[in-house]
């Protein structure tokens, strides 16, 4: 009986230094990638500014081609919204809706999948000599001390994400 009684008091106190350490973990997230594409501004930024384009190239487009799609508010730019709904894992259910759109600059849009805070996705253009460099941009906040240990891995997780989608882009624009 003893030994069930420290088996239990050490668990509790794994709990505890567990949820301690969470508080010290960073609470917001942010992920970026980047990648230059061999065509001007105008060209790419109606793939970020549309989402009936955005799903020619976003990587969890191809995660699950049986992904339902429902569109409303503009057609693009402010007030597009985009919800999804899929039962594979990775793509789940949620919605997207443009905050703001600077053609060929600069793009915002809200993300919400569901549960906890909504985060925000961006995409910054700069083109010089013909070349444009895409910054797509993803940004949450971690409310709770479990939450922040899932946003250690956010940086891996949605980054290797924005990596494929950014090439899938690239090379769909440049294909052009």
Known sequence: MRFFKYVALALLGLMVLFAFIGLFLPSAQHVEREITVAAPAAEIFPYTNDFHKFIEWSPWAKLDPDTRYTFSGAS?????????????????????????????????????????????????????????????????????????????????????????????????????
Do not use: C
């Open 76 to 176: 693009s730019g402010v007030g597009a919204k985009m919800q999804w709904a899929s039962e594979h894992e990775y793509v789940g259910h949620g919605s997207q809706e443009i905050l703001e759109s600077i053609p060929d600059t600069f793009l915002r849009s809200s993300l919400d999948f569901g549960f906890g805070e909504p985060a925000t996705a961006s995409f910054t253009l700069s083109e010089s000599d013909g070349q444009t460099t895409i910054v797509w941009a993803f940004d949450t906040y971690m409310g709770n001390t479990i939450t922040r240990y899932f946003g250690l891995m956010l940086d891996q997780w949605v980054g290797a994400a924005y990596e494929q989608g950014l090439s899938d882009l690239k090379l769909l624009v440049e294909s052009r």
